[in-house]
Each structure stands twice: as structure tokens, then as C-alpha cells.
């Protein structure tokens, strides 16, 4: 190993960051199909139930995200007096809607939690109080989700009187609509609005959730699977008036927080997005003149005292570089880079290596 230092210049130092991106395809099959509840992990609290691809006591399953739903005590869709009236699990979806609230909307200045609302404005317009909260493990989001690649398609229909109506097969597919309008009002970071694209049950760009892009937390509101007595009679979720208090929204009350999971988890048909990994790299231009390095310090490199690549006294020295070290201000290696194959240096030639540290 060579024992001849160079410093660097600050010139020749250069600091990069790239993003890289990952397709994460969710299907059905895999939450609700392929191993039937084998990889559906519940806990004797009962606040949430975790999903993994593959039975989760397998030593090569991976977590692949929990769900779990909440209401707000000021709720309006579902009232409150509804709640409390019915639901002996009330409690549990209170307490997570307000953690959930605490960590992605935060408080206001009378130190209320905040209510997710419907448009990003925390102080005016609708609220979204009953809600689900679908959070994405690290392992699938890494540093956070692409912003303009989210897709969730949701079965918003039950089982048909009539199949042959494709009521009970109706879906609903939600997205972030707007990539250039993400808001930045959140102490978790970016943000953006959930809208509707497509669906036989709702029009299109109504806002039904949000997308917290590095949290990678998405909260949907109840409302896209409340039925109307309507649509009760045309099949949804059994026949008649009833079958509005059966609908999952209608499970808000009265139900477990684990079987309001199961019911959203059973009608997820699919769910897309891109990851990113942000890579920062500093990038070190190590210049070799050409009277510098033309000898090496290994002991190999001489042989009773002459230069064994030498073919006669004559000959100017020459060595092969194979590996450029990183030093500290006290000469500590800190990195080593290895070269693809060695290079050849003399005083006739010299050069420039380019020398990345990704981090």
C-alpha cells in the first residue's frame, strides 16, 4: 500500500442526491385470498390487525401494512351519539383517531387535536371523521411514496340480488390526483388529497381520504362505502333498509376495530404505488499529475535494491494503481475504492478518478 498522501481540494469535492424508485404492486389475493386469515396477524388490545404477504408465523414473511379505523367525537357523518349509543369498542376508535390526528394533523392553538379535513385547509370546510388508517410498513415505502403513483381500488358493493346488474361488483378506484399540489401543513411531512377516478358509485375527483407521503399513511374516509336504501334494494351488502346499517361504514358502530379492518381488508382488489429511496452520494475527483505515484512502497515493488518492472536502468518507473484510499485529517483510512483492473502510471500519462460514496 502506497504511504504518499494527497489532499484533496474542496474544488474537486461535489455532492449529489438521486432518487430511486420501486413498483409495489398489493393485490387482493395476497390481503384477503391467497392463504385465507394465515397472514392476517390480529392482538389480544384489538387496536389493529396486521397484514403480511405471506402466513405470519413463516420465517420469510414480511409485514406489509396494519389497519385500523377511528372516529372523532365531534363526528357528523356517524354521530357521536351514535357511537356512544352502540358501540361498546368506542373508546379504542376514539383514542386511535386521536393519536392518528396527533401525529398527522397535530394541535391547534388552544392545543385541540386537530380533525383531518377534507381539503387540507385545518381551519375551515368538511371534516373527515370516520375514517380507516391503512399504514404502510417501511420495508414497502422506504424513505417515502412517490408522489402521482398511489392507487387503491376498493369493492364498494356487496353481494348481489342480481348478479347479473354488477351492483354488488361495483369498485371505486381512489388516487392522489394532483402531484403538483401536495400541501406541507403537517408536522409528518407532505401530504396530499385522496380523489375518486373512477367507480360506478361516485363521480369522479370527490376527495375521500389522504396520502401522507413519508408517514406512508393512508386515511380514507368511511363514506365511500355508505350505501343508501337505494342502493340497499338493488343488492348492496343483503336487500332492503337494513342492509345500510350492515355496510362497513354502518360497522363504525357496534363493531370491533378488528372486524371494521377485516371489512375494508376483504375489499381491497388492489393497491399500487412507487417507493423512493433517496441516495446521497459525495463524489471525490482524485487527480494524478504525471510525476506523481510513479513508485510504490510495496515491498515486492524492488528486488536487491532496483525496480523489478524495469527492463533496464534506463527505464522510467512505472507502477499499477488498483485501489484509491480515503484518508483522514490524521492519515485514518476511512474507505477504500477498488478499481475494475489496474492502470498503468508514468511520467508520460496522468488522470482522473472519480471516487463515489453513496451513503
Do not use: W
Not at 167 to 177: E, F, P
Not at 283 to 311: A, G, Q
Amino acid at each position: 500500500m502506497s504511504k504518499s498522501f494527497k489532499t484533496i481540494h474542496p474544488a474537486d469535492i461535489a455532492s449529489t442526491r438521486s432518487m430511486l424508485h420501486e413498483a409495489v404492486p398489493v393485490t387482493g389475493t395476497i390481503i384477503s385470498g391467497t392463504y385465507s386469515d394465515e397472514n392476517i396477524k390480529t392482538f389480544a388490545h384489538g387496536m389493529f390487525e396486521s397484514v403480511y404477504d405471506y402466513p405470519f408465523l413463516s420465517s420469510s414473511a414480511n409485514h406489509i401494512f396494519d389497519i385500523t379505523a377511528g372516529f372523532s367525537t365531534a363526528a357528523t357523518s356517524l354521530s357521536a351519539a351514535a357511537h356512544a349509543a352502540s358501540d361498546a369498542y368506542v373508546a379504542k376508535k376514539v383514542n386511535i383517531y386521536n393519536e392518528m390526528a396527533q401525529i398527522l394533523v397535530g394541535f391547534d392553538e388552544n392545543a385541540t387535536v386537530r380533525r383531518f379535513d377534507q381539503d387540507g385547509n385545518l381551519s375551515l370546510g368538511t371534516k373527515h371523521d370516520d375514517v380507516f388508517f391503512v399504514n404502510f410498513a417501511r420495508l414497502l415505502t422506504k424513505d417515502e411514496i412517490q408522489k402521482g403513483t398511489f392507487q387503491m381500488t376498493l369493492l364498494t358493493g356487496g353481494v348481489s340480488s342480481d348478479p347479473g346488474t354488477g351492483v354488488g361488483g361495483a369498485d371505486l378506484t381512489i388516487y392522489d390526483a394532483d402531484v403538483n399540489r401536495y400541501l406541507v401543513n403537517s408536522p409528518a411531512g407532505e401530504y396530499t388529497l385522496l380523489h375518486t377516478s373512477s367507480g360506478t358509485r361516485l363521480p369522479a375527483d370527490v376527495p375521500v381520504g389522504l396520502l401522507y407521503y413519508q408517514a406512508g399513511i393512508a386515511v380514507i374516509t368511511s363514506s365511500v362505502f355508505n350505501v343508501t336504501v337505494t342502493e340497499a334494494n338493488n343488492g348492496y351488502f343483503g336487500n332492503g333498509a337494513a342492509a345500510v346499517a350492515n355496510s362497513v361504514s354502518g360497522a363504525f358502530t357496534g363493531s370491533t376495530i378488528d372486524q371494521i379492518a377485516d371489512g375494508l381488508r376483504n375489499r381491497i382488489k388492489n393497491i399500487q404505488f412507487n417507493n423512493t429511496t433517496e441516495l446521497n452520494s459525495t463524489i471525490y475527483f482524485c487527480r494524478v499529475n504525471h510525476n506523481e505515484f510513479n513508485y510504490s512502497s510495496n515491498p515486492t515493488y524492488l528486488e536487491d535494491s532496483v525496480i523489478r518492472v524495469k527492463s533496464s536502468p534506463a527505464d522510467a518507473p512505472i507502477s499499477y494503481v488498483t485501489s484509491i484510499g480515503l484518508y483522514s485529517k490524521n492519515n485514518e483510512l476511512v474507505a477504500v475504492a477498488k478499481l475494475s483492473e489496474p492502470l498503468r502510471k508514468d511520467s508520460n500519462n496522468e488522470f482522473t478518478l472519480r471516487v463515489r460514496l453513496d451513503y
